[in-house]
Each structure stands twice: as C-alpha cells, then as structure tokens.
C-alpha cells in the first residue's frame, strides 16, 4: 500500500489537506474502518454487554468479547489475560493499588524518565503503604543494564520494577526483554508501559515474558477512553479490583460479597467501553493489514531524516538518543519551545507538541523545563518532516 493510498484511509487529511500532524505520541488519527465500526456497532449491535439475554444483548455481548480476543492476539497473550480499562494511566493505577494493599511486596522501582502515569500510582502507593519507593536515577536519557543491576542489588524482595517499552518524551526505546529477565533473577516482578510501544512494533506478551502489560488505544487508532491491562493469569486471579459495582460480583450478602470468579469479569466492574473495545480490535486489524514491520520501517525512516535535518539547524539541540523511534525531542536556543510550536501550528500546519510532556523528572536529568516533540507514525511524509524543518527556519526568520 502506497503512503497516498494510506493517507486516504484517513478522513482528517481530507478536511485538512495541509495538515503536517506530528503529534501522534499524544494520540493517533483514526481510519475510515475504525470510525465505521463504531458507527456500526451504535447501528446494529448496541446494548449492554454480559447482562440481558434477549438476542442483540447477546449479539453486544459476543462482539465485545471476539474484540478481546482479537485485541489479545494482536500481544500475543490469551484472551483472559486481557482486562479492558480506560487507558494505560487507569492500568497502571490498577497494578499499582492492588499490589500495594496486597502486603506482598517490599519495594517499588521506577526510572526517573517515566511518563507520569507510570511514576505516580508507584510513588502515590508506595507512600500510603509504607512500602520502600526507589526512584532509579537517569542521567540524560538512557539507562544501562549495569546501572539497573547496580540499583536492584540491595532493593528488599520481592519487588515491583515498572518501566516505559518506549520513552515518551524522548522515543529512547528501553531494553525491557533483557530487563524483565534481570527483574525476575533478582526476585521482582516487571510491568511494561506500552502505551508508546504497542503501536510501533510486535509486542509478544508470552515471548517477552514480562508480568505485566499495559497500552491505550487512542495511540494505536482506535477511540478514547479504552485501554488495557495484560497479565499472567495467576497474577490477574491475585489482583484486587479497584472498581467494585455491577457484572463483577457472585454473591452479595449484607455481611461480605463475593466476586466473578471468571477474571475479566471480576477486574471489569460497571458498564465498560464496549464501542471503544470494537474500536481497538477494528485498530488491530488495520495495523495488521499495514503490517506492523512496514510500520516500523517507515517511522524508522522518518525519525532519522528528521534527525539529520534537525541537526543541520545551528541553533536546535536534539535530546533524543541515537537509537530513538518516532519520537524526537528538541529545542531551540533562541526560541521558546511553545512559541516555537504555537508559531508551526498556527503559521505553518505543523503540529507538534511543547512542554514537560508529562515527564518533567525526564526533562531535569536533560537540564531543561520545557521541549518540543515531533512525533511519527506511518501515515507520515517526508514532506512533514520538511514542513517542520521550513517552519522552524521561518520562525527563526519571524522571532529574531
Ligand atoms: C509512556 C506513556 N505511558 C502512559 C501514558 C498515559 O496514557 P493514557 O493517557 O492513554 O492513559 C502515556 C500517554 O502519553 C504515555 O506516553
């Protein structure tokens, strides 16, 4: 499929044709065949899901499930060890309340270069719990395997290690196979951030052997509001639900209660998105149609070109590492990052984002409070990426 032939999948270049999105790091556009089947599901299949029994409940019902199961394979996990949920900050807030209440760990870790939503829930937790918080520290924006092994030797067992797949601000990709093998030798169990990864390359849930996953779907094209929350069965049986009420419950008596012993049920308590799982198992098919290794070609193209122009720019400084996907962190000496990124959105149709990034411990190890992000996805152009590096050259011309 040609890039033409891909872009017109998408309506919004059709109502903005000279749009220059680079911001698909905050969420990704949406594909005619992901607005359809939403808008098929609200036609022809709507009702509540595992509750009635007359015909199109059941209909509801069936395809919520055959998304999970769609959605599970894409990560290559079964379809029981899928939990739905608002997104990955609802996922990681999951892990993190019921493994802290659950007295079973001693220590939480997380690296300082984390995506909030994967730094607060531990830290949040780990206060009220008085369990040990170690904040791994991050010189600039990597990590190595020595400097982990280093902070994990002396950390009391068993602990939690939580770590992004791929970095947020700076699209530096984590060597999380190699770590979920070091977690587990040292006692720990590992929760992999997905949020940017899932959408940029195969994620094998089994192969990788992590404990736990977490990704969104708005990032990866599907609707707001739907997430999920991968884990090993056992881990999932042991969890602690966060939201008790309707559809996860067996028995309730006056004195005590007791819950869904299927697992999906008893970790997906109220009336769940179930347009926005059709979304995500409609998302997964598109991406599969694509291919997720023509994807991550193409973006892998993209961020390097972008990166060489950048670099040719005197004044611009690029805080991504070598070896960073789709994600480029940067700034201007001269210019500050919002009036940078407000003067290419408005001025130019190039939309990028400017700030913390929701990771405002990952920009004080980079000695800065404030950056610009241009970040890719395949239904990207060379021309993008020339459109930003003219802009910043005619915001150059405009500010100075
Ligand atoms: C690495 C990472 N983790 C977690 C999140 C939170 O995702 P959501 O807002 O979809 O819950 C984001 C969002 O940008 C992210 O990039």
Redesign the pocket.
């Known amino acids: 499929m040609s890039i033409k032939e891909v872009r017109r999948d998408f309506p919004v270049f059709r109502h903005y044709p000279s749009l220059a999105y680079l911001d698909s790091?905050?969420t990704a556009q949406k594909p005619q065949s992901v607005i359809d089947a939403v808008k098929g599901f609200y036609e022809r299949e709507n009702a509540n899901v595992h509750r009635a029994v007359y015909p199109l409940a059941e209909k509801s019902t069936a395809l919520y499930e055959s998304s999970r199961s769609e959605v599970a394979r894409f990560i290559g996990a079964e379809r029981d060890e899928l939990i739905f949920t608002?997104?990955?900050?609802?996922s990681?807030n999951i892990i993190a309340n019921a493994l802290a209440t659950s007295g079973r760990y001693k220590t939480f870790v997380v690296p300082t270069f984390?995506?909030h939503?994967?730094f607060l829930p531990w830290q949040y937790h780990s206060l009220k719990n008085e369990i040990k918080f170690v904040a791994l520290p991050i010189m600039g924006a990597e990590l190595t395997m020595t400097e982990v092994e280093e902070n994990l030797t002396g950390v009391e067992a068993p602990f939690v290690f939580s770590i992004?797949g791929?970095?947020?601000a700076t699209g530096y990709r984590t060597p999380f196979e190699d770590l979920t093998e070091l977690v587990h030798s040292f006692g720990g169990l590992i929760v992999i951030?997905g949020?940017?990864l899932v959408p940029h390359e195969i994620f094998d849930f089994k192969k990788v052997n992590s404990d736990f996953l977490?990704f969104?779907g708005?990032?990866m094209l599907a609707e707001t509001g739907i997430?999920c929350l991968v884990g090993r069965a056992e881990l999932l049986d042991d969890l602690t639900p966060f939201v008790f009420g309707g559809g996860m419950v067996d028995r309730v008596s006056i004195e005590t209660s007791s819950y869904a012993k299927e697992r999906t049920s008893r970790l997906e308590g109220g009336t769940q998105n179930i347009s926005g799982a059709v979304s995500l198992a409609s998302a997964c098919r598109y991406l599969n149609k694509i291919g997720m290794s023509a994807i991550h070609k193409h973006v892998s193209y993209l961020t390097e070109t972008a990166r060489e122009m950048l670099k040719q720019i005197s004044n611009v400084t690029v805080y991504s590492p070598p070896d960073s996907h789709a994600i480029l962190l940067f700034s201007h000496k001269n210019i500050h990052s919002h009036d940078l990124a407000e003067f290419l959105g408005r001025t130019q149709e190039v939309a990028i984002r400017s700030g913390h990034h929701?990771a405002q411990l990952q920009m004080e190890a980079l000695g800065i409070t404030s950056a610009c992000r241009a970040s890719f996805y395949f239904y990207n152009t060379v021309e993008d990426v020339e459109r930003l590096i003219e802009g910043i050259s005619k915001a150059e011309r405009w500010f100075l």
């Open positions: 790091a905050a608002k997104g990955s900050t609802e990681l984390e995506h939503s994967n992004g791929l970095i947020n951030d949020a940017q977490v969104s708005h990032k997430g929701c």
